[in-house]
């Protein structure tokens, strides 16, 4: 079974609160629901890990971001099972 890892998401400041960020969310978890694998992601802004758990990631490990002890990296992963790009309330 592969895992699915995105590659990039980001939405241009004038364009967020307009629901973007969670449609493209919300179609890549239908697409990877297909093939029932674990889906695994990166960033590096903590602010951005309650809109991921939202969507069923959970926070599995901090590193440092490239050995750089100011910025974090934060791994998050959302089960293969049951990904239907549904939005968790």
Do not use: C, W
Not at 18 to 37: H, Q
């Amino acid at each position: 079974m592969a895992n699915v890892v995105p590659a990039l998401l980001a939405v241009a400041p004038p364009a967020r609160g307009r629901g973007l960020a969670r449609a493209l969310i919300e179609d890549g978890l239908t697409r990877s629901g297909r093939m029932g694998s674990p889906i695994y992601l990166e960033t590096q802004n903590k602010a951005n890990i309650p809109f991921y758990e939202r969507f069923g990631f959970r926070l599995i490990e901090t590193l440092p971001f490239r050995g750089d002890s100011d910025i974090k990296t934060y791994f998050m992963r959302k089960e293969g099972e049951g990904n239907h790009g549904g939005l968790h309330r």
